[in-house]
């Protein structure tokens, strides 16, 4: 059964770990993710954006893949499903849907309309029991041109966000979506402490979890950080083990064309990839 996000979140918040947001695209992604968050005894976060939910054929189809699979493979670690950078109207879809948890991105609206839609969605989730992520400011990436220094969010902000009753928190700190560029400055640590000191038990969110040094993710995970959203990563994996599958020919032989096989290198690396960051954000074993 999905569970919402905020009792695995405020364990962690208290616990001083994360918990991992990885992303799914498909019936692979999410048999390799849950099969090693119960391999790890941890509790894990599925993120779906609205561009892999359209993908997967809507929403009601995800919901109904991931409570099939969570009973069919026998998972008994707690697992969320949760839209990732949502918009309101798909936040509300969502919720129709099953989602057992939602992020409504209102970073690129005034603070003040941020507000009022986060509020009206804090009224929602609330009286459903499904944990809402909401996000102050915009965090930078490859998609909108920004590179280098990465967004960083106003800690007041912050705190009005957070004072609103969210579950869960993401504020740019010099974080990136996808790839980081060389001249990346690393995350803003400055910020974050004055984001934790203003927003005070709000588990906060690390999104552009790909990619940083893992020195950074512990510090951030020590200055309040409870949830890392990890999609790049994976998807890189993914692709770098299929490809070594198809240049050596591996396709070509036997039945190596079967779709069970191609994919296998590309499953084993996401879980591997998963195995690592569920050890970096220190969250096994906390199921
Ligand atoms: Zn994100």
Request: proline share 3%; aromatic share 6%.
């Amino acid at each position: 059964m999905l569970v919402s996000a905020k009792e695995m979140l405020q364990k962690a918040k208290a616990g001083h770990y994360a918990v991992g947001q990885f992303n799914i695209n498909n019936l692979e992604w999410t048999k390799a993710i849950l099969l090693t968050a119960q391999e790890m005894n941890s509790p894990v976060i599925l993120g779906v954006s609205e561009g892999a939910g359209k993908y997967m054929c809507g929403y009601t189809t995800v919901v109904g893949m991931v409570n099939a699979m969570i009973y069919e493979l026998g998972i008994t670690v707690p697992v969320a499903l949760h839209l990732d950078h949502g918009s309101y109207e798909a936040a509300l879809k969502c919720i129709d849907a099953g989602f057992s948890s939602v992020m409504f991105d209102g970073s690129h609206y005034p603070i003040e309309e941020n507000i009022a839609k986060t509020r009206e969605l804090v009224a929602l989730t609330d009286r459903l029991g499904v944990s809402l992520e909401a996000e102050v400011g915009a965090i930078g990436g490859e998609e909108d041109g920004v590179v280098g220094g990465g967004e960083v969010a106003d800690p007041d902000e912050c705190k009005r966000i957070a004072d609103l009753g969210v579950t869960m928190l993401a504020a740019g700190i010099g974080n990136i979506h996808g790839k980081y560029p060389a001249n990346w400055k690393g995350l803003s640590f400055d910020t974050l402490a004055a984001i934790q000191e203003r927003t005070g038990e709000m588990p906060l969110v690390l999104h552009g979890g790909s990619g940083i040094p893992e020195e950074m993710v512990r510090k951030a995970i020590t200055l309040g950080v409870s949830k890392v959203n990890v999609n790049t990563e994976c998807q890189l994996a993914f692709a770098a083990a299929t490809r070594e599958y198809i240049e050596a020919g591996k396709d070509l032989e036997g039945k190596g064309f079967d779709p069970r096989k191609l994919l296998a290198p590309g499953v084993e690396v996401i879980k591997q990839t998963v195995r690592d960051k569920i050890t970096l954000f220190g969250s096994a074993d906390k199921a």
